[in-house]
């Protein structure tokens, strides 16, 4: 072109870039061009929308766009869309540098807020093969990067540090001017490109690991695990991360310190491709997804070798694991992680617990299909995400359920939900934990949304023969279904069964209501119809959430003998409708326990008592004898049972063993 100033003698070597005929398009077309050519294409903008045809300077191994598999880069493309730089002024910056470079506006640049692409060849390609990894390659650039834009005094756009970034060939919006402009000078010679990038200063092994073996063992490990995390596609970002921190804990603190993993795992992460599904990854994201895994791997640490000398100061060995925040750092939390607000956390493990056939089941389908659908459930809020269903109890019947449901709601389209129909051992060994979650991050590619819940449906059939009662198998339990929740994300649910006396709560060792971050008792009082839902622990929301519903039959088709087939879906009712109206009897007892409660009742701290007035059971007891409510004899006795139980199942009253005492409150004044 007349208006394209003639390149310096040492840029006459072709650069090899990709083109692609829209942003969407993954597959590369590698095309070497002169700088001449390259200097015509930028000056070519043509009229129109933003988008079309776009290029990248890199080439790729596989001629997929995407940061694992990136090759080589010709050229620093610097994206200023702050400062509203002037032309000239730009110009003058470029020639001062003695750079050579071609300068287009965008499409989205205005008189009033002036944005540039700035094409900068380099002297020689710059390529990932130079560096001692991947990871520490894509860090490389990022510097290389943000350092030319510094050396020109340029605000640019952070984001297209990312070596596999797209660029729309030059558009301007129709009747705007088309800005367009080439410097001649050298071709840039990154600060580092002379000579292969040194290890990062908190890298050198020697400084590192005090033996060359066991260096050199770790230094691979580090540089495997972060390839991986690199090239994770989307939808198993989090599973790959957290494994990729857990392999890497196993090595000893002496050998492996979490800074150092830390560093590697979370630069490679920094490259991941936006998740539409899920918005972008946030840094504490990513921090805590490896510290997680870090402290899974520490578990069960690989030894050293045995001619590794032992650690001088065993003191030292968790210094990188506590890290205090002092005081003036400490910032409230206030983003809501729930999946469903009141009533379920993101990423938390929960259990929803009830006896026989009073919906349980139903409930939970009813929930998780509102949230792989996006919509409100029981009027509360919620967040879209996948759902995994694992049907270990009841087998091809919640299939019918879910054709219900769908039919009742008239869905259709895509729906990301699937079911698992299968036994699961969550007690013996992680083995399939392991493989559940490798399952859930195929379907999450399957379905094209990450996982948000995951349902294992029974509790009592995940613990394959196992003792509910003994805190080993309990604990195994626990620890596997948090490792599934750990890996995916995920949040978790157990479904689980009340014992024989319903008052008492969920089956099983203490430990699992001590693990849990939120537990749903599911009642229907007898001779009705309502089922509630009511909260009774909750880590980080409120414990006020209580809902209610209604089976209604529903006729899904018709057998081989001609006759119909029927399942039932859940009608949400208001929690009002739920409330059992007391027995005489019972509203008297009511009575007595708020008049105890305001003579003699006292507030205490007990994570499992609310902020509220509470009394002994005993002081309730007595006065019910005083009242002549109840005999001091096995009659007696078992009245106050049932007046107990009964106010209990009706929510009118809340229970709580202490380490000394049974407490008593009202819930129903």
Known sequence: MNNTPELCKNQESGLTISLFSSERDPTAEGKTLSRHALTDMMADSRPGVKGGPAWSPATFRTGLRSNANVEQICAVVLDVDAGNIAPDA???????????????GTHSSTPEGRKYRVVIPLEKPWRVSDYPSRAEAIGAWRD?????????????????????????????????TPVFFSV???????????????????KPPDRLFTDRRRAAIASAALRGEADRVLAAPVGSQHATLFRAAAALG??????????????????????????????????????????????????????????????????????????????????????ARYLVKGLLDASALSVLCGPSNVGKTFAVLHIALHIAMG???????????????????????????????????????KVPFAVIIGAIDLRSTAADADALADAVTRAARDLGAPISLIVIDTLARALAGGNENESKDMGALVCNADRIRQITGAHVQLIHHTGKDETKGMR???????????????????????TTLSVTKQRDQSKDTRVAFTLEPVEIGIDEDGDPVTSCVVVETEASEATTKLSAVNSLALGKLNDVLCKTGRKIY?????????????????????????????????????????????????IANTETTQLVWSVRA
């Open 90 to 104: 730009l110009k003058a910056n470029l020639a001062k540098a003695k750079l050579d470079a071609t300068v287009h």
């Open 250 to 335: 196993n090595f000893t603190a002496d050998t492996l310190s979490e800074p150092e993993i830390t560093a590697e795992l979370s630069a490679a992460a920094a490259s991941w491709p936006h998740d539409p599904a899920r918005g972008p990854w946030q840094a504490e994201q990513i921090f805590k997804i490896i510290r997680d895994g870090v402290k899974t791997g520490r578990v069960t640490p690989r030894p050293p070798p045995a001619d590794a000398p032992s650690p001088c100061n065993d003191r030292d060995q968790g210094g990188d694991r506590f890290r205090p925040i002092p005081f003036a750092n400490i910032q409230p939390v206030l983003e």
């Open 375 to 413: 919509r409100e459930v029981f009027g509360l809020k919620v967040r879209r995400g996948g759902v995994i269903y694992v049907a270990c109890e009841g087998g091809t019947g919640i299939l019918s359920r879910v054709a219900a449901f769908r039919q009742k709601h008239s869905v259709s389209g």
């Open 508 to 530: 099983g060792h203490s430990s699992l209501r001590g693990a849990i971050d939120t537990e749903i008792e599911v009642s229907r009082p007898q001779g009705s119809n309502t």
């Open 144 to 176: 290389i990067y943000m350092d030319t834009a510094a050396r020109l005094s340029l605000a640019v756009d952070e984001h297209c540090t990312d070596p596999a970034r797209l660029y729309f060939l030059p558009r301007h919006r129709d009747g705007a």
């Open 184 to 202: 001649e000078g050298a071709a840039l010679v990154p600060r580092d490109s002379r000579q292969p990038t040194p290890p990062r200063e908190s």
């Open 606 to 654: 007990h994570p499992d008592v609310p902020n509220c007035v509470v009394c002994d059971l005993n002081e309730w007891r007595a006065a019910l004898k005083d009242a002549g409510l109840i005999d001091n004899d096995a009659a007696g006795r078992q009245k106050y049972k049932r007046i107990k139980d009964s106010l209990l199942i009706a929510r009118a009253i809340a």
